[in-house]
């Protein structure tokens, strides 16, 4: 006999869990260093959407979809998030790309409702449990990274319900309601077309929809995630719905976050770290001078390069394959001393010593560094954890029984994330004609998870502000957004994106 609980029915699954505690959670629940991070969150990605909209790009966007602030509140959320998922520069956490929905959302609700401060810190904190707590749930599955659409639908239905205020038996349909037909990234369009940019709206407009769904009365079953014809069963090869719900109130994905500092594919922060290091280390240099310049990373970093390669044409790669990429990035790097957005526009992406540096990098695998990534706690240690011997299925899938052999017992999964580290390892080393050799190694990349993340997480993000040519009134202001009222924080949001 079928016992699966009817269309709607409250009060079963994973969904109806996490959308009671959601639902009522206060500010006042949530630690000052979590708050702490989240605030450095939303400026992180509105840096983002600045770079994003000052892009031609962006710009050929808001042609399409409109300005940031317009009557219509969803298409607002929609162009935010769009701008904030261009060129990789949206914040990482365990697990997910989190910010173009989970901030974007919000603060396009904010401006529209006229919430303070303290009230968009708390959507945002809402929509970051819970789209990273779905996003755990299918890591270990076909897509990660910006290519995990289902983040956004749920982001978009935390961040607006948050905002609203919603009551929990909302929140279960929404959510229920949006996870039935999430998303499915085909990595043709993704990689070497403008469909990149609708992506992360499509998720959200999925979320919202189905937020208006849900105020209008329509249900959705509150199982979708869990059941054997649901989500997970599509979504991720090794299934962990009880990731969904784990030590809510006590595990903060919030500080699990890792601020994008420049731009670029996972796995390759570490790698451009090094070379702006070197940049300032070796003196100064003509492409004839070198060599040869390797750089060896971890099994992550491979993957990503696998996915551009076929799309690489020199000055005439696609942007969504050339983030992925290493060579250009790190030759880039060595040359100038930093990686920016612009560097992936012309003229720059024009400069043929950049790619002469390029064709002189060589990218290899190392084997411990795979290792130290996978027993990281991100971006798959703590999901290998929660799976135990399951894990084993999709690590051979990954990297081959070799993979299974490297990664070994990684250990019970982690009550708290207060100690979180994303360790990307990669090292860089350059061999001059002459016969010098420079090398620099980092195990993890500046602005990712870790000691110096949770010591110096407001100065970094205040530097990726000002890059981003930010008004710097909003940096001293920001550290007391918690204190921000609504028309304060309203014309906050509007001097942020500005020109």
Known sequence: MDTA?????????????????????????????????????????????????????????VTALGR????????????????????NLDDTAFAGHL?????????????????????????????DECAARVTASATLGPFRGQTALHTHVVGAVAGRLACERA??????????????????TLMRGFVTTDARLLHVPVGVRMGLD???????????????????????????????????????????????????????????????????????????????DVEEVLVEGSLYTMYAARKAEPYLAGPETPIGALVLTTPYPVATALLTGRLSIHDFSLPEVGDTSRWALAEKVRLVHDRDMTRILMRGDAPFGE??????????????????????????????????????????????????????????????????????????????????WIEAGGPEHIVTTWPDLVDIGPDQLARLLESALAG
Request: hydrophobic share 45%; glycine share 10%; aromatic share 6%.
């Open 5 to 61: 609980p009817a269309v709607g029915e409250r009060g079963h699954g994973q969904l109806a869990l996490l959308a009671e505690w959601a639902s009522s959670l206060e500010l006042s629940e949530v630690p000052d260093r979590v708050q702490g991070f989240a605030a450095s969150h939303i400026l992180s990605q509105l840096a983002a959407i600045r770079s994003g909209l000052g892009q031609e790009d962006g710009k050929r966007l």
């Open 68 to 87: 940031p602030w317009q009557d219509d509140v969803a298409q607002s959320a929609r162009v935010l998030s769009a701008a904030g998922a261009w060129l």
């Open 99 to 127: 910010g173009p929905s989970t901030v974007g959302v919000p603060i396009a609700y904010a401006h529209h409702l006229g919430l303070s401060g303290r009230e968009l810190l708390r959507a945002v904190i809402i929509a």
């Open 167 to 184: 009551p929990a038996d909302v929140w279960v349909d929404a959510l229920a309601l949006a996870l039935s037909a999430p998303p499915w």
């Open 210 to 288: 189905a937020c208006d769904a849900a105020h209008g009365g329509l249900h959705g079953a509150a199982d979708v995630l869990e059941h054997e014809d649901g989500f997970l069963h599509q979504f991720a090869d090794v299934p962990l719905p009880e990731a969904v719900t784990r030590g809510l109130g006590q595990r903060w994905h919030t500080e699990t976050l890792s601020f994008k500092l420049h731009p670029g594919g996972p796995g390759i922060d570490a790698a451009i770290d090094c070379a702006v290091d070197l940049h300032n280390q070796i003196p100064p240099f003509d492409v004839e």
């Open 383 to 464: 999901a290998l954890r929660q799976a135990g011997d399951r894990a084993c299925a999709w690590l051979r899938r990954f990297g081959g029984q070799d993979l299974v052999d490297l990664v070994g017992n990684v250990g019970d999964p982690l009550d708290e994330f207060i100690e979180a580290v994303k360790p990307t390892p990669a090292r860089v080393s350059v061999r001059m004609t002459d016969g010098r050799t420079y090398a620099q190694y980092r195990a993890i990349p500046r602005g990712g998870i870790g000691p110096d993340l949770r010591t110096d997480h407001q100065k970094l993000v205040a530097e990726k």
